[in-house]
């Protein structure tokens, strides 16, 4: 659940120097792990203009909120299933998709308050993503009743069924330079199913479709430019990567086993992959596939990676399967 919405690069001079302030200080170890006021993780959001870090939790109904040391600043609560985060393009609302509420929450970043609920229906909405001034959904309860949805960022024109006949919600991702097109993933299905959807009219149609994706899909990304689709599976052992206009295969990233987890820059365009391992968390300039860093990371979650401002510091949620509550890694990339 890797994907741009993670993200909203500052423009304005004034958030330039509202990031440079909350940027965490070069004196810093390279590795802060804090933990968080969590049972569990379901997505993560950074948002660089105001200085914070999003991560919700379905088991928890809440968002607790960070600062980009780490820190903890507050923690949301009812907020019913929270599951999916994404950013909207001004960067003044963080939306939560409340899984066991049929809405999807707006919440103000200035104040990290919950200003509004928008309802889409009783559709369970699972992962958000932002393309082309929409904020788009997937949902779905039960299995093989899943799709996608919409609705506008004030919250009229909610619509479902975009989309039909998922197997379960999928990961969505979107990139600023692709407007108007979404790649989606199929977790829980061997093999993955991967597909890219543009906007036609006042639906969605499928652009590419591939079953090449592997099995036990966790993650999926577009690169900085929108040409790359991104994809973490249990197997094969590396990080996909495929053209977003077709879906071809372009190359890989040798991880190792188990990818879960991968993220990109939108500020340097490099990757950051995870995997369910010791050396768990790999990191890769633009353009290449040989790692400049790595990380140990334990337990780390699907799709539990995020890059912060300038693309100097990637966030990754640890504690998975481990007696030990969820924990925000701050890394130096």
């Not at 600043?73 to 963080?94: E, F, H, Q, W």
Request: proline share 7%.
């Amino acid at each position: 659940m890797s994907k741009w919405n993670r993200w909203l690069t500052a423009t304005a001079m004034t958030a330039a120097l509202v990031v440079a302030a909350a940027s965490p200080a070069l004196a810093e170890p390279p590795q802060r792990t804090v933990p968080l006021p969590l049972t569990s993780f379901s997505d993560i959001v950074v948002d660089p203009t105001l200085g914070h870090v999003f991560v919700s939790s379905r088991l928890d109904h809440a968002v607790a909120v960070t600062d980009l040391s780490g820190n903890v600043v507050t923690k949301l609560t009812n907020l019913p299933g929270a599951a999916g985060l994404a950013l909207s393009p001004d960067g003044g609302t963080v939306f939560v998709a409340l899984s066991q509420y049929g809405a999807v929450a707006a919440v103000d970043t200035l104040t990290l308050t919950e200003r509004a609920r928008y309802p889409v229906g009783e559709v369970c909405p699972s992962d958000l993503a932002v393309t082309n001034g929409r904020l788009y959904f997937s949902h779905g309860c039960t299995e093989f009743s899943a799709g996608i949805g919409r609705v506008g960022f004030t919250g009229a024109e909610a619509r479902t069924g975009l989309v039909t006949g998922h197997y379960s919600p999928r990961q969505l991702a979107t990139s600023p330079a692709r407007p108007g097109v979404l790649a989606s993933g199929q977790p829980g299905l061997s093999p993955a199913t991967v597909q890219v959807l543009r906007e036609e009219g006042d639906g969605l149609a499928v652009q590419a479709s591939t079953r090449d994706a592997g099995s036990n899909l966790r993650d999926v990304e577009l690169s900085k430019d929108g040409s790359l689709v991104h994809v973490a599976a249990g197997a094969p052992y590396h990080v996909q990567s495929f053209t977003s206009d077709t879906l071809a295969v372009r190359g890989s990233y040798n991880t190792g086993a188990y990818p879960l987890a991968v993220t990109t820059s939108a500020d340097t365009g490099a990757l950051a992959a995870g995997i369910d391992g010791g050396t768990s968390v790999f990191v890769y300039p633009a353009g290449s596939l040989t790692q400049s860093r790595s990380y140990e990371v334990r337990g780390l979650y699907p799709a539990g990676l995020a890059w912060g401002p300038g693309g100097q510091w990637i966030y990754a949620l640890g504690g998975n399967f481990t007696s030990q509550p969820p924990s925000l890694h701050v890394l130096k990339s």
